[in-house]
């Protein structure tokens, strides 16, 4: 009787990507190293890197470790779960990585399978000249020192000086009017006063020639 052949069950892997965000003033060297011990770690838990991109330095959502900008490194491998842990406990250990973040792509992958592309997995070297970026500082991230904006506060204080000596002038003109219907009112009342008088003195006149003429 011959024993039945027992066979080992195939073990799955899975896609990953992982990006990681090194400080921004790394040196080339470090990042090399960070790059190596990724390499290393993945592939001695049976795993397959199969592609590294570098995104090279961008400005932080907000300050991470103080720092507001980082140089963002792209991977994506095949890998068991054993291997996505180690991995990152690895990169938290490091001083040079401040961030990370790994994502799932995909499910049940035959590691066999997977083809590699030596030219898509090499890390580029950083570089370690000052690319002569300088910090904005707050007011300027909102916006308050932007050219624009002086611009528009300029053209609206213009615009409000604008509309407050409008108001003056028509105050003026609205002051000259009514002084102006004041004079001709009081010229108005002084030339009805003169002809009342003369009227008075009219009837004054007749008064007296009608009683020369009764004598």
Known sequence: MTAAKQTT???WAREYETIYILRSNVLSADAEKVGARVSEVI???GGHLTQVDHWGRRQLAYKINKQSRGIFVYLKYVAFNDAVAELERNLRLMDEVI????ILLKDSIDPSTVEIDPEAVKFEAI???DDGYVEEDLATRLGMNRPEARSSDESKDSDESKDSDESKDSDESKDSDESKDSDESKESDDSGADAEKAAASDED????DSKEEEA
Do not use: A, G
């Open 9 to 11: 069950p195939k073990r």
């Open 43 to 45: 592939e001695r838990l």
């Open 99 to 102: 961030r990370y973040q790994t």
């Open 127 to 129: 570089d370690d000249e």
């Open 205 to 208: 006149s007749k008064e007296d």
